[in-house]
């Protein structure tokens, strides 16, 4: 029986090679992939990393560096999040601040952010999950108004827009990632957008980075062969078990090069930019009919968009209001072959390496725990069938329809 990815892009074997291919040849592939997303974010600069971490490490260390005041050391950050956003803060020699999220729509509970006390606050982070753009330009003026900078991390978001504008493209500096499971992939990548003030010292920092590995480029490049062939139904049916694609895994990893990208992979990132509005199609579609299919479904309760949002749906997210029939669902799902997760397993005032980095009184994030305990991804990508949503609704609804 064929399985359904939880996350992923459906790229040929023949585009991974092309494209790598092409990148060890001299192309401008590089430089014109960094113009493509400066334009997009609308910010002078566009630098190639070797992560989205890497990206968020090298953003705050700018950040820092050119703000006039030492003692804002502190970096705001959505309760429910990647764990490698308070990773890439303190590797960045920051502090990580946890702020609570609507759990409705996954974006900063704005009351929560009213009562932040900013007087050590550097930088506000936005965290745009599944390819849902957050209340952006809230976030926004809030920055301005308080004197910190925004990052707007668009890691799983790149295509997504919000009243026109391109998430990632909001506040001071963006971030783009190339992983695995986010919106194009090369195993691993990512990208800075940067304005003023922060573009020069942003360009210092990369200059000074190391070029990509040659033996990484190398091993990411056979991995990329490996997932192009396996993320197929029928194959990935056979693998899945095997912790493999990682696809699934979480976890709190501070160890990560920091580097520049690699011409071979950014010259294969670029080919599959150039599809990435009828990859984002795709998905969006994909989405739509899950929601349709889902939204009538007893027991389950989507995410609400803000107006003016143009998602991209990396994943599509739902919510099993009552938490403890979650797991029966995600189970339910995977035996139907659909690759359902639970997302992060927790809100990071649950992850013990952030708790130990963040005041007492931050650890009180009820919106991010109810997302946390009540979160169901299904996949949105390429290869679903026709057929996945009713699927899908068909399952949900017999494990929670009593
Ligand atoms: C994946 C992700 C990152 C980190 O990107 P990597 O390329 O995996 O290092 C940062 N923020 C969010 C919201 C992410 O999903």
Known sequence: MGYIAPAGTRISLLEVLVGLGVGIAPTNAFDRLQDELATRARKPLCRLVASGRAAMTTILQAMYEISPDRGRNEVIVPGYTCYSVPAAIARAGLKPRLCDIDPATLSYDPAALARFDFSRVLAIVSANLYGIPNALHDIEALAARNGVFMLDDAAQSLGARLNGRAVGGFGDAGLYSFDKGKNITTIQ????????????????????????????????????????????????????????????????????????????????????????????????ANAGRLRDALSATRGVRMAQLLPGAEPVYARFPMFVTESARRASVVEALDRAGIGATTSYPNALADVPEVAAMVPAQDLNTPGAREVANTIVTLPTHGYCPPDLAARAARVVSEQLGR
């Open 189 to 284: 990548g990512g990208a800075i957008v940067a304005g003023p003030p922060l573009a020069a010292a942003m360009e210092r920092h990369w200059q000074a980075l190391d070029a990509a590995s040659t033996v990484e480029t190398l091993s990411l490049s056979a991995k990329m062969l490996v997932y192009a062939t396996l993320l197929r139904p029928s194959l990935y049916g056979v693998v899945h078990r095997l912790p493999f694609l990682g696809l699934g895994r979480t976890a709190y990893e501070p160890r990560y090069p920091i580097a520049r990208y690699s011409r071979a992979l950014a010259s294969l990132a670029e080919r599959q930019y150039r599809r990435l509005d009828a990859i984002n199609a795709v998905r969006t």
